[in-house]
């Protein structure tokens, strides 16, 4: 096939920021191209751009050899050009049918919906994708959610379709069916472009790559010429280690937090464990699954009649958000809009949060701002957060920036306990890097790590012991060495475990460097 999608020079520019710089990029029909980039490269605004959401200042978009015209997302779907965006735009009340449908219903005197469906099932069919059009989303797994919204975009008749980190919250099983259904997508014709911070599922996939850097593109190759190493060094712009850190021994020291009789769904046993000083404890599990309630329980912002928490000794069950940090809880939120900031404040305001009753920062209820805004540029350098400097407000920086944010302010404390929810989410390899080699030094510091993710290397990659989260109960909890890749897919799909033993044949251990 010919060019699909041209862009020729696009530059789009936010305030004093240049998040598109001149950027020229052809992308083949018939192909699955992938943009890679560190945060503040540039590269979803690039695809906001294709898209319709953001106009750019400069260039042009040719689609199939013709000048485009690209105002909206409708206009993009003129050009048959679709998104999958990371966060889901359904509505939970309705069926799959009705969400797939709704905009572009054919109405008589009543709606009138036997031809959409005889169509849709037909591409289901097609792709294998095993959905449900008379299911409820609200009963739907993730993987399934996200069926659901490729569906949307093939029923609105996309030729072209732009994935934005659709991974990110798969299991390893799901992932590699998503991996199947691109191919096969391409295989009729499709044209892909996709978004990943997984260098694993770029070469696994990819014809072509693109690499972004500050706004520009600094790399191109196919992907025969490319290497994982190679990749992450025009990412990031040096040289990135993967996986292997170096750690001392694991010897778990005295018991940091216990908890017990946490019930984190109704009708469900409830949850017990207790984490050590020296030990990262790895909550696995798909989002959805208890981790949410978990982390709310523990940070206290919810909390139970039954459930009993002792921290450091310290019966603190009922004690207040403020109390947990102040006595040595550092809390990483993997929600951090609704709990970690505030993206309508300047940086230096959200450096306060949680941090205003701390005597370094404050004197007879005055706040000592020369210590403020110092321990801010501190922070601000030392985790490289790019921004305009200290008075920007937080909404105007990127999501991976903002995260650096948040664990440049919770690390600093020096914490006895890191309550650490999706980590690393949204973050590029650079960053992951940095976030990982921070928290293994304040575990062999002594300190204690609870951490919540859907990623599944970075559990292997980093925790001591493994806990399992399905469906609000704990499947297995064991050290790291017990578990490989396959067995705990199973078990986050709620597989009991005598079927994860079944893929462990061979004893094979977790290869962490995945």
């Known amino acids: ?25 052809t992308v083949r029909g018939g192909s699955i191209h992938c943009i890679l980039g560190e945060n503040g490269s540039g590269k979803t605004t690039l695809m906001n751009v294709i898209s319709g959401l953001y106009r750019p200042q400069e260039g042009e978009i040719f689609v199939n050899g013709e000048k485009a015209r690209i105002d909206s997302p409708k206009d993009a779907m ?26 572009e219903e054919k109405c008589g005197l009543l709606l009138k919906t036997g031809e959409q469906r005889r169509f849709l099932q037909q591409m289901i069919d097609q792709y294998q994708f095993q959905v449900n059009l008379d299911d409820r989303i609200r009963d739907l797994s993730v993987g399934t959610k996200q069926k659901v919204e490729i569906l949307k975009v093939l029923y609105r008749g996309a030729d072209t379709i732009i994935f934005d980190e ?10 590699d069916h998503l991996m199947e259904i691109l191919l096969g997508l391409k295989k009729d014709g499709k044209t892909i472009l ?6 694993n599922e770029t070469l696994k996939i990819g014809d072509y790559i693109t690499v972004l850097r500050r706004g520009k593109v600094v790399y191109e190759t196919v992907n025969r010429d490319a290497t994982p190493e190679k990749l992450a060094y025009e990412m990031v712009g040096k040289e990135t280690r993967f996986g292997g850190f170096e750690r001392k021994k694991y010897r778990p020291g005295e018991t940091v937090l216990k908890i017990e009789g946490a019930r984190l769904k109704d009708g469900k046993k409830p949850v017990s464990f207790q984490v050590h ?16 309630e978990l982390e709310q329980l523990l940070i206290g912002l919810t909390k139970q009649r039954n ?18 940090k102040m006595a040595g809880m550092a809390y990483i939120p993997s929600d951090r809009l609704e709990y970690a900031v505030m993206e309508g404040q300047t940086l230096t305001f959200n450096y306060l949060l949680g941090n205003h009753s701390r005597e370094e920062f404050q004197s007879h209820g005055l706040l000592r701002n020369k210590q403020l805004n110092a321990y801010t540029e501190e922070c601000i ?8 400097g200290a008075r920007e407000r937080l909404g105007n920086l990127s999501g991976g920036n903002q995260q650096k944010m948040v664990l440049s302010r919770e690390l600093s404390q020096k914490p006895k306990l890191i309550l650490a929810g999706q980590p690393t989410r949204g973050l590029d390899i650079g960053a992951i890097e ?13 300190n204690a790590i609870i951490l919540i993710s859907a990623e599944l290397s970075e559990i292997t990659e980093l925790s001591d012991k493994i806990l399992v989260l399905y469906d609000g109960e704990i499947m297995a909890e064991d050290v790291n060495s017990a578990f490989t890749r396959e067995s705990l897919g199973l078990l986050m799909a709620g597989k009991q475990a005598e079927d994860s033993l079944a893929a462990q044949a061979g004893g094979k251990e977790v290869d962490t460097a995945k």
């Open 307 to 324: 459930c009993r928490l002792e921290f450091c000794g310290k019966d603190m069950s009922q004690a207040p958000v403020l109390e947990r």
């Open 434 to 446: 940095f976030v990982h080699t921070t928290l293994l030094e304040e575990r062999d510091k002594g």
């Open 166 to 175: 659709p991974t990110a919250v798969l299991t390893p099983q799901e992932a």
């Open 277 to 292: 000083a020296g030990e990262v404890l790895g909550i696995a599990g798909v989002d959805g699954n208890g981790q949410q």
């Open 194 to 199: 996709f978004i990943s911070h997984k260098l």
């Open 381 to 388: 350098s030392t985790y490289d957060v790019r921004t305009a």
């Open 78 to 103: 003129k050009y048959k050009i679709g998104m999958v965006h990371q966060h889901f735009m359904l509505f939970n009340q309705n069926t799959v049918l009705e969400n797939i449908i709704v905009g």
């Open 1 to 25: 096939m010919g060019t699909a999608l041209q862009l020729s020079h696009i530059t789009k520019i936010f305030g004093e920021i240049t998040a598109n710089d001149d950027i020229s990029l």
